[in-house]
């Protein structure tokens, strides 16, 4: 199996979603022994916004590229080679604002691109990224898989839209939550080690 595992934590060791996003891993690893492992820290070399050169060259034939545009898709070709090559994607989300954290936005800008990862049809668009299991490692302050606070969590519903219309349907999403709770925060990501199935 090969595994992708994406951090978009800038807190390193501290870092809730990159705890579980590891234990994810090494769960994978002791099923699948023999499998490899990509880890892109997106936060240590993030991935540009998208500026007007990133656009075009997304858009632009082959055969037309100048050299700007040729450097300027790079970023989106390595990164979606590597997705396509992987059987396994983990994503660790802190959860920022109610979303996600910024590098993580600029690396999916950077895959979702037509005639690559998802094509419009006749009959409607079709996500191009196929056969793949993805699991999401989402750590927030407070608790949004259960009670008030649900429908304020834009990290799980975003992500599996946009993973979706890419082709990415299977997605299993384990959550440390409540972080910031004094009630909740010494047990929250030792049950979500515990409720990792894969
Ligand atoms: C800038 C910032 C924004 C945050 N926004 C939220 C939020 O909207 N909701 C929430 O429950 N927690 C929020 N938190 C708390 C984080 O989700 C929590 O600390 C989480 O553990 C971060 O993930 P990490 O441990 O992988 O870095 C925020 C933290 C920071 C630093």
Same mark, same amino acid.
């Not at 595994?3 to 002791?30: D, M, T, W």
């Not at 080679?81 to 396994?88: G, I, M, R, S």
């Given at each position: 199996?090969?595994?992708?595992?994406?951090?978009?934590?800038?807190?390193?060791?501290? @870092? #809730?979603?990159?705890? $579980?996003? &590891?234990?994810?891993? =090494?769960?994978?690893? !002791?099923?699948?022994?023999?499998?490899?492992? /990509?880890?892109?820290?997106?936060?240590?070399?993030?991935?540009?916004?998208?500026?007007?050169?990133?656009?075009? @060259? #997304?858009?632009?034939? $082959?055969? &037309?590229?100048?050299? =700007?545009?040729?450097? !300027?898709?790079?970023?989106?070709?390595?990164? /979606?080679?590597?997705?396509?090559?992987?059987?396994?994607?983990?994503?660790?989300?802190?959860?920022?604002?109610?979303?996600?954290?910024?590098? $993580?936005?600029?690396?999916?800008?950077?895959?979702?691109? !037509?005639?690559?990862?998802?094509?419009?049809?006749?009959?409607?668009?079709?996500?191009?990224?196929?056969?793949?299991?993805?699991?999401?490692?989402?750590?927030?302050?407070?608790?949004?898989?259960?009670?008030?606070?649900?429908?304020?969590?834009?990290?799980?519903?975003?992500?599996?839209?946009?993973?979706?219309?890419?082709?990415?349907?299977?997605?299993?999403?384990?959550?440390?939550?409540?972080?910031?709770?004094?009630?909740?925060?010494?047990?929250?990501?030792?049950?979500?080690?515990?409720?990792?199935?894969?």
């Amino acid at each position: 199996m090969k595994i992708l595992h994406l951090i978009s934590s800038p807190r390193g060791e501290a @870092s #809730f979603s990159i705890k $579980l996003g &590891n234990a994810i891993v =090494e769960k994978l690893q !002791a099923a699948n022994p023999g499998s490899s492992l /990509i880890t892109h820290n997106l936060t240590d070399s993030p991935f540009p916004h998208l500026e007007e050169v990133h656009i075009n @060259s #997304f858009f632009t034939p $082959l055969e &037309n590229y100048t050299p =700007e545009l040729a450097e !300027a898709v790079k970023h989106s070709n390595e990164a /979606i080679t590597e997705l396509k090559n992987a059987d396994a994607i983990v994503i660790g989300v802190p959860m920022y604002n109610f979303g996600i954290h910024s590098t $993580l936005k600029a690396w999916l800008d950077h895959i979702a691109r !037509a005639g690559q990862t998802f094509s419009y049809s006749e009959n409607g668009p079709e996500g191009l990224v196929k056969n793949k299991k993805v699991y999401l490692a989402i750590s927030s302050g407070g608790v949004y898989s259960e009670g008030p606070m649900k429908v304020y969590d834009f990290t799980e519903s975003y992500l599996r839209s946009v993973l979706g219309f890419l082709g990415m349907v299977d997605v299993s999403v384990f959550r440390a939550e409540g972080l910031n709770m004094p009630n909740l925060k010494d047990e929250a990501l030792g049950k979500a080690v515990e409720s990792i199935i894969l």
